[in-house]
């Protein structure tokens, strides 16, 4: 049987297939600049990590986040647990569970005392001996008493101001 000779291939394709510059272009090993994060069973090298750069900016700490009890409600012994784990989600989870707060009340407003309309000396004294019986009859707390009688006594300051003042333009420009 006669001998078989195929056609050898064309100029172009024979000088792109037999380049010594291929093999050095193209490494079939891994990148020797980079630090490998991987060890040899696949798994991340101790001190790297999949993610270089971190967690994204605005997405909170899984670790800190609140779980909803609406969605998943626990029981009483795991919340317990979570609760003993974790003491800072005590006030988020108690959000969750209470009802909202009731608007708060101005103390003077609850006594009937209209801040605005004091105008003497008399009035305010009125007003803090008004105070002061509320908080012993328990009507008020000492805390909310104090804060009136701060008000009262940011009244008087301006009160007296505006005499310092009127007497000062009546003797600058004397009687007319």
Not at 62 to 67: A, H, Q
Not at 119 to 131: A, F, G, K, N, P
């Amino acid at each position: 049987m006669p001998e078989v000779v195929a056609d050898p291939p064309s100029r172009s394709c024979y000088l792109l297939l037999s380049g010594a510059g291929i093999e050095e272009s193209q490494r079939l090993g891994p990148d020797p600049l980079l630090s490998r994060p991987r060890d040899a069973r696949g798994r991340f090298a101790k001190g790297s990590s999949g993610n270089p750069r971190g967690r994204p900016r605005g997405i909170p700490n899984p670790k800190r986040r609140v779980p909803d009890l609406v969605a998943r409600p626990l029981n009483a012994q795991a919340l317990s647990d979570l609760l003993d784990r974790k003491p800072h989600l005590l006030r988020p989870l108690a959000e969750q569970v209470l009802p909202p707060r009731l608007a708060a009340v101005d103390p003077a407003a609850r006594l009937g005392i209209d801040l605005s309309s004091l105008r003497t000396l008399e009035d305010l004294r009125q007003v803090l001996s008004t105070v002061l019986a509320a908080v012993a009859r328990g009507e008020i707390a000492p805390g909310e008493g104090a804060r009136i009688a701060r008000q009262v006594h940011g009244r008087l300051r301006a009160r007296r101001r505006l005499a310092r003042f009127e007497r000062r333009l009546a003797h600058k420009t004397g009687p007319v």
